[in-house]
């Protein structure tokens, strides 16, 4: 546990005023700080009613108090947690009293769980799996995050570290005491056999990457068709709420409007686009050329055409045709395909559905604890192209083979944390709220 640091606080709940307002205090100085405010320091980990009041004695509220003695906390060091009820004036209280300590300082965002991490509570996977469980908004972005959140990155990364170490050590013993009997010629076979079998498994857990990245981020959706063919029309719809501008004008929408969803328990970002056509405005064209790079970063595109209108190719991978207005009646020269309608819903289930299927085949996972993040994807394949360099080049001596195979050994560190990260810390702890 580092040392030498202030005790923090921040509220830790939510917006006020709310039921229960959480206070959460951590460093050196928790236990002075529980005696002065509640007049003892309760057993740990068993929640007490106290009165709480300042340092001069005044009552603030009347509330539970939790104690968790270090090593055995969130953070590693002694925290306290102080249950009050969530009125403003209770907690503007209750904050202003801790700030009369002069060895105690408001905690700045995700102070927690870095005390956390540099106290080896928990590795860098971890900590971004935190940062992910409290942004999840769907049901499998809470999945994948919690599996993150209990080790799941850091057992088999741990797990594939040990084998690199044991294999280095392997070839070590061989070059240094190749005269020693106890010390069989044979075992470099051995190391290289499961080497490769490790580079199978970093190439299929490289797979489930780019799923975990989709997790994460979400199924993007693009819309695109001409003008007035009903395409903010089927967004708001979708959105249930009125995102985008519907007039029988042509070229309303002229930059790109989205919209994140739930849908089937997926993430999934629905992106409203302008109308495709000819046009000399400069404004409507930068629309268009916009529309163009959505559809670039789709993983779908919703063409959506009228009844009578002219199919046009685009460019984009995966395109489904839509026919919108189908409440008109007349289905024109599109007698097949999907047909929808934002004024009677016609449609809409089989539009859902499609959408769904389409983001839980993009999301399959081989196990659960994926990779999610562009960190992640770029350590793995660092990692892998310094293994396949290891078993590739039989002619290399071992020492050098060995070097190659401490290089993979240190870009896993760096997934982890364990080396060389300190320039990542700020960017991943600014992702967290203040009191986490």
């Known amino acids: 546990m580092l040392t030498g640091r202030k005790t923090i606080f921040a509220l830790a709940s939510g917006g006020l005023p709310a039921g229960v307002a959480i206070i959460r205090v951590s460093g050196p100085d928790v236990r002075f700080v529980l005696q002065t ?13 106290v009165s709480i009041r300042s340092r001069n004695g005044q009552a603030i509220d ?21 249950h009050l009820h969530g ?11 801790l700030e009369e300590f002069s060895s105690l300082r408001h905690a700045e965002p995700g102070e927690f769980t870095r005390r956390a991490f540099e106290n080896g509570q928990m590795d860098l996977t971890e900590v971004e799996g935190l940062a992910d469980l409290i942004s999840a908004q769907t049901e499998v972005q809470r999945q994948l995050a919690l599996q993150l959140v209990q080790g799941g990155l850091a057992r088999r990364y741990g797990g594939w570290a040990n084998r690199l170490t044991h294999a280095r050590a392997m070839l070590e013993a061989e070059f240094d005491f190749s005269d020693e009997d106890d010390v069989p010629g044979s075992v470099s076979d051995e190391v290289w056999h499961d080497l490769s079998d490790l580079a199978g498994e970093l190439r299929s857990h490289l797979v489930d990457a780019e799923s975990g990245e989709r997790i994460r981020d979400g199924f993007r959706v693009v819309i695109v068709g001409a003008p007035n063919v009903g395409k903010s029309s089927l967004l708001n719809y979708l959105a249930k709420r009125d995102v985008a501008i519907v007039s029988q004008e042509a070229g309303t929408t002229r930059d790109v409007l989205s919209v994140d969803m739930d849908i089937g328990g ?16 400069a404004i409507e064209q930068e629309g ?28 984009a991978s995966d395109v489904v045709t839509v026919v919108t207005k189908a409440d008109l009646g007349d289905r024109g020269s599109w007698a097949e395909g999907l047909h929808i309608s934002a004024q009677s819903g016609e449609g809409m289930d089989d539009l859902l559905t499609l959408i769904r299927e389409r983001a839980s085949a993009s999301m399959r996972l081989s196990g ?19 293994l396949e360099a290891a078993i590739r080049d039989r002619s290399k001596p071992n020492e050098l083979r060995a070097e190659d195979l401490r290089l993979a050994a240190d870009e896993l560190g760096r997934l982890t944390g364990r080396v060389d990260v300190e320039n990542l810390l700020d960017v991943i702890f600014s992702e967290f709220c203040i009191g986490k």
């Open 37 to 49: 405010m509640t007049g003892r320091v309760p057993e740990a980990r068993v929640a007490t009613l």
């Open 62 to 82: 009347k509330g539970l108090v939790l104690y968790f003695p270090a090593p055995n906390s969130f953070t590693g060091e002694a925290c306290a947690e102080f």
């Open 87 to 97: 009125g403003r004036a209770v907690v503007a209280s209750a904050i202003g009293a």
């Open 266 to 281: 997926y993430p999934v970002t629905i992106v409203d686009t302008a109308g495709m056509r000819e046009t000399e405005n």
């Open 288 to 315: 268009i050329r916009r529309a163009e790079a959505q559809m670039e970063s789709a993983d779908l595109v919703l063409h959506l055409v009228e009844q009578h209108a002219q199919n046009y190719p685009l460019s």
């Open 368 to 386: 659960m604890a994926a990779p999610n993040r562009q960190r992640h994807r770029a350590h793995l394949r660092h990692c892998l192209t310094c």
